[in-house]
């Protein structure tokens, strides 16, 4: 990946080009990338690339890096929007935008808010929004959780901080902003449920990704809230439960 990055080439390229000298005038870019990448910065920074969902995204360190587990809750939101006619869709927590983009490349009807604290990460995100053409039916809002949503939506898809204070390396290359969950990994994902209530559609879902031994907390925080009336919850491939998803009724 790194190599494809300092000669620009795709894979078909690299390979056919494998025999060939490596250009001397790369050798110092080339020398640069490696250090970087020794250093702990992960690749999808350096090359500003990361795949998610068949789609290429651009990233940087202003986002998270987006994971393949989070896939999974992709598929449970194209899933459950197939019930709606024009579903309107709120990602909160967009980052980069791969959830609300990979939402919208596969709903040609969908109207998708996507909710940020960061400023920083929503100018990545509109990036990614004009890569793959679907600016004109994502509305980026800049705020905290569900506060800026002007409406009640059909689904709410939030990947939000659940990695608690003390398992934060020092040494991370990614925002702490985007990582941070507090003591227990769940003080962001508490304030979203207080706020859920008012911002859900009669008969809406709570798409949520969580963390190792997170489900039971979750499940009971979302059984507190009077609308919800069945709670589910999604192992990914490894067979850790990543995603909840709480119906309203």
Same mark, same amino acid.
């Given at each position: +990946?790194?190599?494809? @990055?300092?000669?620009?080439?795709?894979?078909?390229?690299?390979?056919?080009? +494998?025999?060939? %000298?490596?250009?001397?005038?790369?050798?110092?870019?080339?020398?640069?990338?490696?250090?970087?990448?020794?250093?702990? %910065?992960?690749?999808?920074?350096?090359?500003?690339?990361?795949?998610?969902?068949?789609?290429?995204?651009?990233?940087? !360190?202003?986002?998270?890096?987006?994971?393949?587990?989070?896939? @999974?809750?992709?598929?449970?939101?194209?899933?459950?929007?197939?019930?709606?006619?024009?579903?309107?869709?709120?990602?909160?927590?967009?980052?980069?935008?791969?959830?609300?983009? !990979?939402?919208? $490349?596969?709903?040609?009807?969908?109207?998708?808010?996507?909710?940020?604290?960061?400023?920083?990460?929503?100018?990545?995100?509109?990036?990614?929004?004009?890569? @793959?053409?679907?600016?004109?039916?994502?509305?980026?809002?800049?705020?905290?959780?569900?506060?800026?949503?002007?409406?009640?939506?059909?689904?709410?898809?939030?990947?939000?901080?659940?990695?608690?204070?003390?398992?934060?390396?020092?040494? !991370?290359?990614?925002?702490?902003?985007?990582?941070?969950?507090?003591?227990?990994?769940?003080?962001?994902?508490?304030?979203?449920?207080?706020? $859920?209530?008012?911002? +859900?559609?009669?008969?809406? @879902?709570?798409?949520?990704?969580?963390?190792?031994?997170?489900?039971?907390?979750?499940?009971?925080?979302?059984?507190?809230?009077?609308? $919800?009336?069945?709670?589910? $919850?999604?192992?990914?491939?490894?067979?850790?439960?990543?995603?909840?998803?709480? !119906?309203?009724?």
């Amino acid at each position: +990946m790194l190599l494809r @990055h300092v000669l620009y080439y795709d894979r078909v390229q690299l390979y056919q080009n +494998m025999e060939q %000298e490596f250009p001397t005038d790369k050798l110092k870019t080339l020398e640069s990338v490696i250090n970087r990448r020794i250093k702990g %910065e992960p690749s999808a920074y350096i090359t500003n690339h990361k795949e998610f969902y068949g789609l290429d995204f651009y990233v940087n !360190s202003a986002v998270l890096i987006p994971r393949p587990e989070t896939e @999974h809750l992709v598929e449970r939101a194209l899933s459950l929007a197939s019930g709606y006619k024009y579903p309107v869709i709120a990602d909160i927590g967009t980052g980069s935008g791969a959830i609300a983009i !990979s939402l919208a $490349v596969n709903i040609p009807s969908v109207k998708i808010i996507a909710v940020d604290i960061s400023f920083e990460a929503l100018k990545t995100a509109d990036i990614n929004c004009h890569r @793959h053409n679907v600016n004109n039916r994502i509305t980026l809002l800049c705020g905290n959780l569900l506060e800026p949503l002007p409406k009640k939506t059909d689904i709410i898809a939030a990947n939000l901080p659940y990695v608690s204070r003390e398992e934060i390396t020092a040494n !991370s290359c990614e925002p702490k902003l985007a990582l941070n969950g507090g003591e227990d990994g769940l003080d962001i994902i508490r304030l979203l449920c207080q706020q $859920v209530g008012e911002k +859900m559609n009669k008969d809406g @879902h709570l798409l949520l990704e969580i963390g190792l031994r997170q489900k039971d907390a979750v499940i009971a925080l979302l059984k507190g809230i009077p609308s $919800v009336n069945e709670v589910e $919850v999604i192992p990914d491939l490894s067979g850790i439960d990543r995603i909840v998803c709480a !119906s309203f009724g």
